[in-house]
């Protein structure tokens, strides 16, 4: 070998070291904390990083029948909720009192009030939903961010836009059967399951992914089981999604998580996988009917939740498009 060989040689491996050392010592930083963003500490969209334009445009041709699909249920004074939640709606005529009109073309009008909780019906769980021990999502303590008149971070109103690719699991169809029945985890083995027998090749990063269970068919008719118990998704599957870097986890029940939870589940420990730990967001009781019923199992998912500043979550509905 020569000089200038051997030198050469020296540099590369030199440069080999180097790199190493450096890889090892980012591997060794400590997390800041247990739900410190891969994003950075300024971050407070989570996996929704992932829906960038390149990944709208996959999704856009996703697109070939032109139906688009309410995934919303309609809100009312019925509604089930998770106790104490409530809604009410009130119509109300301004100045109008014993039928008055407005002005010389006798205007009249009607406004409406609403009055309730947003966690109810078809919504939107934002980050500053569920936390772990007041920890929530990328290290921001309850007492320094959620507020009496508001969430201070992490509120509804920094959802962007979303337009990316959405996958409808039919596990209703998977276990042959009309309505899965409570207390059913989906975990690895059934989402893959799931996937195999629907053709689906893949859950991608940036991905929407929804169950149906057949669970709404319930609602209006046994209330009191559709709200308090329901399949869904339980920790191991939870963690799975995670790991292929999913935007959103649905269902088409109240918890999207498996009620009764599994042996060795904490409380709404799913919600703390997702929104916590991955920044996650939920969509629970999304209306997946007619999808399975098309077996439209891909198609473009759209949303654009109220941005109601410092709010927890959201009423919603989002349309899935083929």
């Not at 009192?97 to 073309?105: C, E, F, K, R, V």
């Not at 319930?218 to 559709?226: A, E, I, M, S």
């Not at 498996?258 to 920044?279: N, R, T």
């Amino acid at each position: 070998m020569t000089a200038a060989a051997y030198r050469s040689c020296r540099r590369i491996a030199s440069a080999f070291v180097v790199s190493a050392c450096l890889a090892s010592a980012a591997a060794a930083e400590p997390q800041p904390c247990l739900t410190a963003s891969q994003f950075g500490p300024q971050d407070e969209v989570g996996n929704l990083n992932y829906v960038t334009p390149a990944r709208t445009l996959a999704a856009a041709k996703l697109v070939t029948k032109g139906k688009a699909y309410r995934l919303g249920i309609e809100t009312n004074k019925d509604t089930p909720a998770f106790p104490p939640r409530w809604f009410r709606l009130t119509i109300v005529q301004p100045g109008q009192t014993g039928g008055a009109t407005l002005g010389p073309t006798r205007s009249s009008y009607n406004d409406d009030i609403v009055t309730g909780w947003n966690g109810i019906g078809s919504q939107l769980d934002g980050f500053g939903h569920v936390g772990i021990d007041n920890l929530y999502f990328n290290c921001n303590m309850a007492g320094d961010f959620a507020m009496a008149d508001g969430l201070t971070k992490l509120g509804i109103e920094n959802v962007p836009a979303v337009a990316t690719r959405g996958v409808v699991l039919d596990m209703a169809g998977y276990f042959g059967t009309d309505i899965v029945k409570e207390g059913t985890p989906f975990n690895r083995a059934e989402i893959e399951g799931a996937m195999k027998r629907q053709g689906i090749a893949s859950i991608d990063k940036g991905d929407v992914v929804l169950f149906h269970t057949g669970w709404l068919a319930l609602l209006g008719k046994d209330n009191v089981r559709f709200g308090s118990v329901g399949p869904g998704l339980g920790l191991e599957g939870a963690r799975y999604l995670a790991s292929l870097g999913v935007a959103m986890v649905g269902a088409d029940n109240p918890s999207v998580e498996v009620i009764p939870f599994e042996k060795g589940a904490g409380v709404f420990e799913v919600h703390q996988i997702l929104l916590a730990q991955h920044g996650i967001h939920i969509l629970e009781n999304m209306n997946t009917a007619e999808l399975v019923k098309d077996q439209a199992w891909e198609f473009l998912f759209t949303l654009g939740p109220a941005r109601i500043t410092g709010a927890v979550q959201a009423i919603v509905n989002p349309v899935a498009i083929r």
